[in-house]
């Protein structure tokens, strides 16, 4: 309040009272000359309507962790927001901020015990935001024509999927998927009310010291709006909300935890394996619903908590044991893996080669603290930021003449895994969504308003090799060789088409799926060529079967 304004009940006089501090004593007698004369203590009623107001908000900020004193905890300070700065700042950001700094002194009986302590606070006069939302980007002129130029490039998908933490050697296809994730698909809201989630959770489950965590915490650095927790350190009200006694009210309120503080954002949640299972259920309505229901202390409310959900996790055994199912070694119920569009399981094998490239990249970076060559130069976490922004403002839809590829592919899956005595990851209908949703943001990254074929095999592709390590350990076991492999594939897909022409296209795309590469497939077609199996177009490379 700034200035009081009352009314006599005898007179009708106007009574008006500046308030310069945080409390003050309100009047109670009439200082009219008309309530004198008749010697009259005219009663003075407050006009809140008249009064005049000044928006007000108390905040709390939280210093960084990278500022932390040795062996200190993070402090906190009280800030004060005024006027126009009010609502600038909301929790999860991160901010600087100017203004100065005062003392509150103790009233009453408090100040008499607390002597000349005072509690402090800063009077906020500008407010920074050091990660603007993906909303708010607003591109100047240079960031345009990058970013243009960028769009331009057949091979950005790439790019941007390498620029994620190129310090980390290896893991192309895992990168590619975690750019998805901060794109992200749109979000559907359909006549009726119903809302389909576009957020894409992924989770990776691998053996120790595959750089899982390293990827989380730089995901978080390139989001916008991004919160880091661990499994252990977790509880359910942490992550969804706890019920608290607000300091200048006095009234029961609510606290957001980790996943409303990440809301339009990511959170990441490390040791996933480790959590207790009745806080990993406050995790479920958040994956699919994308809202926090509560009902505690007479509160009864929903949060809203729009975040995608990356997840790191270790087997049940520590390591990935190959003599057990998958099932036992994930260890995690099905009600959460469904809800998961892409979990990514890495193993750690020993192999000569890759064994040697990692060690020549992991030396490199020590020596000269940065990455080796990609062979462009790889784009700045600002950049990055300025690009997805500028692809989230799409909102790609699925063309007709894709509808039936799509339903086939899906059917296609869900037979493999009825086939499988073990399978390897558990289809369900969200399984379709999360092609859908892949697919959405691979349109996005190309800037486009429709999701092309490409980007349905790519979404594929992707939800293939998240499981490609086991793949490769099921094609050891049965005696295969890769050569042999890709044979089998190409002729059980020409036998299931009833076709005697297979183009290279869809040969490349069928066994890309897989995990084979272009090499091993032309490596395939001479081989099998020789032996008088199937002909080869010499410009086209298309096949025909002799005897299907």
Known sequence: MQVAVYTCEECGFE????????????????????????????????????SKFLKFQEAKIQELAEHVPKGHIPRTMTIHFRGELTRKVAPGDVVGLSGIFLPIPYTGFRAMRAGLVADTYLEAMSVFHFKKKYEEYELKGDEEHQIARLAE???????????LAPEIFGHEDIKKALLLLLVGAPHRKLKDGMKIRGDIHICLMGDPGVAKSQLLKHIINVAPRGVYTTGKGSSGVGL??????DPVTNEMVLEG??????DMGICAIDEFDKMDELDRTAI???????????????ITTSLNARTAVLAAANPAWGRYDLR????????????????????????????????????????????????????????????????????????????????????SAYSGIRQDEAKSNTPHSYTTVRTLLSILRISAALARLRFSDT??????????????????SLYSEDRQRSGLDAIS?????LRDEAARTNKMDVSYAHALNWISRKGYSEAQLKECLEEYAALNVWQIHPNTFDIRFIDA
């Open 15 to 50: 009574i008006y009272q500046e308030v310069t501090a945080r409390n003050f004593m309100p009047l109670f007698e009439c200082p009219s000359n008309r309530c004198k004369i008749n010697n009259t203590k005219g009663n003075l009623i407050l006009q809140l309507r008249a």
């Open 153 to 163: 490039d057949g091979d950005i998908y790439n790019k941007l999927a390498q620029s």
């Open 240 to 245: 969804t909300a706890a019920v608290q006694k």
């Open 257 to 262: 935890g980790a996943l409303v503080l990440a």
């Open 284 to 298: 479920h309505e958040v994956m699919e619903q994308q809202t926090v229901s509560i009902a505690k202390a007479g």
């Open 324 to 407: 057990r199912t998958p099932a036992e070694n994930i260890n995690l119920p099905p009600a959460l893996l469904s809800r998961f569009d892409i979990l990514w399981l890495i193993l750690d094998r020993a192999d000569m080669d890759s064994d040697l490239e990692m060690a020549r990249h992991v030396v490199y970076v020590h020596q000269n603290k940065e990455s080796p060559a990609l062979g462009f130069t790889p784009l700045e976490s600002s950049v990055l930021r300025a690009y997805i922004s500028a692809a989230r403002k799409l909102s790609p839809c699925v063309p007709k003449e894709l509808e039936e590829y799509i339903a």
């Open 451 to 468: 999701v092309a074929q490409s980007d349905v095999d790519e979404a594929l592709r992707l939800m293939q090799m998240s499981k490609f």
């Open 485 to 489: 492999d890709i044979y089998s594939i």
